[in-house]
């Protein structure tokens, strides 16, 4: 088990400069996590080089991007990317004239989730079949970045690589049961975990989440080796989540989203970065807070942790610039209400005795009851209902906060990590815009 281990510290600021590199492996989509960190690369004047997952034609079959597609990724990214498709997981692959795992899923219906079957291997086949093939292109992705970064650059490779939901019909249905289901729409995560359809799900989130990390970090051996070498530094980052401390009842305790069936994967994701750690390669996974992004709106009442952000920053960064992310907030409710009162709506659910008796560190993840889910489906339905336009929310600038300042306390603890496991949670995101390098962040 991992031992907790939260950044109490800011990171003395890294080394990095112009002339070094950001390697970007999993494509930008959107706004999100990685581009906290692209844009503190770009602030310290760093190369950015991104990564694509490619995409599939109707056949199925994976290409590269075309000109057009790739010069629109190059410009949300901000710098160039590397053409070679790096499409994780292995639910398309055909092998041995047997079907893919979602041709065999086209006609499952979601009432049947615990009677599904397989031809016999076609799982372990095909993930065999994705594997090699995402390590194949991989290859192709190091001699490309040997070809392009100098063997003296100071080189940070960030895994941002996640999810592995099977892509067939039939799951969208279940997961919108268990994350927002109930009543006699709730189906309990355990139950589905323990089903087929969860059985493929924990094996597809484990290859896409966790395994691609040990992939990328093997996979790049020649060229740590060049620049180590040469006295240049080569690090490892990956982005996890297994709980955030946040400010509940006005102390910081840790706390999760709960069901996170994505959670054994990200422990997966830990211990591989332990192990590259005991080998000598700097290899971290960086625990974020929850935040709300385009992927994570499946995740129902995963932004309640947010709101207490607002107190967390008026405790360590000072009034001022709590003031300033208030007012803000402020002008996002209805007449009537105030940053005051949603806070307190918020802790009202996080310090439920309901949620006390279910979350709990050594172990998580946990999966969800009916009384939880309600009471967490409610709780974000009525801080929702405050705002004035459904279009213009809270969450959506606090996780502007939080995912450039992750990015920032990410480069710059890459440098001489703590540790191969560390919790960016709301104390140390907050006492960061107090600082230099967190100044423009709000």
Not at 363 to 383: D, F, G, K
Request: aromatic share 8%; with cysteine.
């Amino acid at each position: 088990m991992t031992e907790y281990q939260p950044l109490q510290q800011l990171p003395e600021p890294a080394g990095y400069k112009p002339g070094d590199v950001l390697v970007l492996v999993g494509e930008l989509f959107g706004r999100g996590y990685a581009n906290g960190l692209v844009d503190e690369a770009k602030r310290l004047g760093m190369t950015v080089i991104g990564t694509t997952v490619g995409r599939r034609e109707s056949n199925g079959s994976l290409r590269p991007l075309t000109h057009e597609e790739l010069t629109e990724a190059e410009t949300l990214l901000g710098g160039s990317i590397i053409n070679i498709p790096l499409e994780a997981g292995f639910d398309l692959e055909s092998v041995d004239d047997i079907p893919s795992v979602a041709e065999q899923l086209k006609k499952a219906r979601p009432d049947d989730f615990a009677t599904v079957s397989f031809v016999d291997g076609t799982i372990e086949k095909a993930c065999a079949a994705g594997r090699a093939r995402f390590r194949a292109h991989l290859a192709r992705l190091e001699a490309e970045l040997i070809t392009r970064i100098p063997a003296t650059a100071n080189i940070h490779l960030a895994h941002s690589m996640a999810g592995g939901i099977p892509r067939a019909r039939v799951f969208m249905p279940l997961l919108n049961r268990i994350f927002k289901g109930t009543g006699d729409k709730y189906l309990a995560s355990e139950t589905f975990w323990n089903s087929p359809l969860g059985h493929l799900c924990s094996v597809s989130f484990n290859e896409v989440s966790a395994d691609t990390f040990r992939y990328l970090i093997e996979g790049t051996a020649a060229l740590r080796a060049r620049n180590s070498g040469s006295g240049a530094r080569v690090c490892y980052s990956a982005y996890g989540y297994h709980g955030t401390g946040i400010l509940v009842g006005g102390e910081y305790r840790w706390q999760s989203y709960t069901p996170y069936v994505q959670g054994f994967a990200k422990i997966r994701l830990e211990d591989i970065a332990a192990e590259a750690t005991t080998q000598g390669i700097p290899a971290t996974v960086y625990n974020c807070p929850e935040i709300q992004t385009n992927s994570s709106a499946l995740f129902l009442g995963v932004e309640i942790s947010l709101y207490p952000l607002l107190s967390a920053i008026r405790r360590e960064a000072g009034e001022q610039i709590a003031a300033a992310v208030a007012a803000r907030c402020q002008a996002m409710l209805n007449e009537g209400e105030t940053v005051a009162g949603l806070l307190k709506r918020a802790d009202d659910y996080l310090s439920s005795p309901i949620l006390e008796q279910i979350v709990d560190f050594t172990t998580w993840p946990q999966h969800n009851t009916r009384e939880q889910a309600e009471l967490m489906l409610a709780a974000s339905a009525e801080l929702m209902a405050m705002h004035a336009d459904q279009k213009q929310l809270i969450c959506a600038e606090l996780s502007r906060i939080v995912f450039l300042a992750t990015g920032r306390l990410m480069l710059h603890s890459s440098w001489n990590p703590a540790s191969s496991t560390l919790w960016l949670n709301h104390d140390i995101i907050s006492r960061l815009l107090a600082d230099d390098r967190g100044s423009n962040i709000v």
